[in-house]
C-alpha cells in the first residue's frame, strides 16, 4: 500500500490528467510489478514444461496463475465470475478504472486491452492445466497450453510498452517519479537493466540532477524534510547501478 505522504499524489501538469488518474497510475505499476513477477516465473517454467520434472513444473504453472488471477481461481471449472483478487486481478481493475477517468486516451485504451488479453489468456492457460494431468502424451492440448502461456508474456509485454508512454504523460508528476525511484532496483530486475535509468532520460529532460533537485524541492515545500535523505540514497543507487 502506498502511504499518504509518497502515494497521494500532486495535480498532474498535463492537461487531459485527474487527480484521480495520477494516483491510479501508480496503483497500476505498483500491481504490474507483482505480476510480472509470476509472469516470469511463468516464462521460465513454460520453457521446462517438456522436461521429465512435468508434474512439478504444472503443479508450479498453477501456483503462478492462481497469484495472478486470485485464489478462487483453484476451483475448476473457471469463469470471469468466480474469482477473488490476484495481482492480475486488481491490475486489470486498476486500468478498468483508469480508462473511465481516460476514456478517450488512445494509451490508456491499449493498457486495458492488453491486460484483458493476459487476462483473458491466464483463466484460459488454468483451464487448460485443471483439465488434463498428462500433456506430455497429447501434443495438440499441450501446444495448445504453450501458445496460451505464450501470450500471457506477449501481452504483458504489450502492456509495458503501453505504459511507459503512458507515463511520459506524468513527467512533471513528482510523486510518480518518487515511486519509480523508490522501486527502481525492483523494476531494473523484472524490465532489464538500468531499464529506470532510460525511463527517466525519456520523462525527465532536467537529467538525474536536475530531477533530484525538483524533487527535494517539492518535498521540502511540502514540509515533509524527513523523506530528503530517502531521496538522496536513492539517487545515488541509481547513479551506482
Not at 72 to 77: E, G, I, R, S, V
Not at 100 to 111: F, G, V
Not at 133 to 145: G, V
Amino acid at each position: 500500500m502506498l502511504s499518504q505522504t509518497t502515494g497521494v499524489l500532486t495535480r498532474p501538469f498535463h492537461p487531459h490528467h485527474s487527480h484521480n488518474s495520477g494516483l491510479l497510475f501508480q496503483y497500476i505499476l505498483s500491481e504490474f510489478l507483482a505480476s510480472q513477477t509470476e509472469v516470469k516465473t511463468i516464462q521460465q517454467l513454460s520453457n521446462r514444461l517438456n522436461d521429465h520434472k512435468e508434474n512439478i513444473i504444472i503443479a508450479q504453472l498453477k501456483a503462478a496463475l492462481i497469484k495472478l488471477l486470485g485464489s478462487k481461481y483453484n476451483a475448476t471449472p473457471i469463469s470471469p465470475w468466480n474469482y477473488d483478487d490476484g495481482v492480475l486481478s486488481r491490475l486489470r481493475n486498476y486500468c478498468i478504472s483508469f480508462l473511465h477517468n481516460e476514456p478517450n486516451n488512445i494509451k490508456s485504451i491499449a493498457m486495458h486491452d492488453a491486460i484483458e488479453d493476459t487476462w483473458f489468456a491466464c483463466i484460459q492457460s488454468l483451464n487448460l492445466l485443471n483439465a488434463t494431468s498428462d500433456y506430455l502424451s497429447q501434443p495438440t492440448k499441450f501446444k495448445s497450453l504453450k501458445l496460451r502461456l505464450n501470450k500471457i508474456i506477449k501481452c504483458m509485454q504489450q502492456f509495458l510498452k503501453h505504459a511507459v508512454r503512458m507515463t511520459k504523460s506524468f513527467y512533471q508528476d513528482e510523486y510518480l517519479i518518487f515511486f519509480i525511484l523508490r522501486h527502481h532496483r525492483q523494476m531494473n530486475i523484472l524490465l532489464g537493466e538500468r531499464f529506470v535509468h532510460k525511463l527517466l532520460a525519456k520523462i525527465c529532460p532536467k537529467g538525474l540532477q536536475g530531477t533530484h533537485d525538483a524533487l527535494s524541492h517539492h518535498y521540502t515545500t511540502l514540509g515533509f524534510d524527513h523523506l530528503l535523505p530517502l531521496i538522496q540514497e536513492k539517487f545515488l543507487e541509481l547513479r551506482g547501478s
